[in-house]
């Protein structure tokens, strides 16, 4: 696990430390070495549970029909296609250059 204590200019202890929560996103291209692509952090009491602050930032886990019902509005370039939806030519393109054309499970 990831620490670090010090003091801040007004004296006050502060500790740093991952809570078992990360971001990630593709970035599309080559990033340099020690690139740093995004970074957050915020002050949080003591009180406030690890837990609570990753249920705030990212939410609860879902059920699955919620997470069926929110696939319609996603783009298909970035999710599978329905059975019987055919891709446009453009979209088959895009899904080939970035590399997310993804096949359906049960197919």
Request: overall charge positive.
């Amino acid at each position: 696990m990831a620490e670090c204590r010090h003091r801040n200019p007004y004296g006050q202890r502060v500790r740093t430390r991952y809570i078992g929560y990360c971001d990630a996103y593709r970035a599309g291209k080559s990033l340099a070495s020690g690139a740093e692509v995004f970074s957050a952090s915020e002050v949080v009491p003591r009180r406030v549970s690890d837990r609570a602050v990753v249920r705030r930032l990212i939410g609860s886990h879902e059920s699955k029909r919620a997470t069926a019902e929110r696939r319609n509005i996603l783009d298909v370039v970035f999710n599978a296609p329905a059975p019987g939806v055919a891709l446009t030519p453009y979209e088959r393109s895009f899904m080939a250059r970035h590399g997310t054309l993804k096949q359906r499970k049960d197919t």
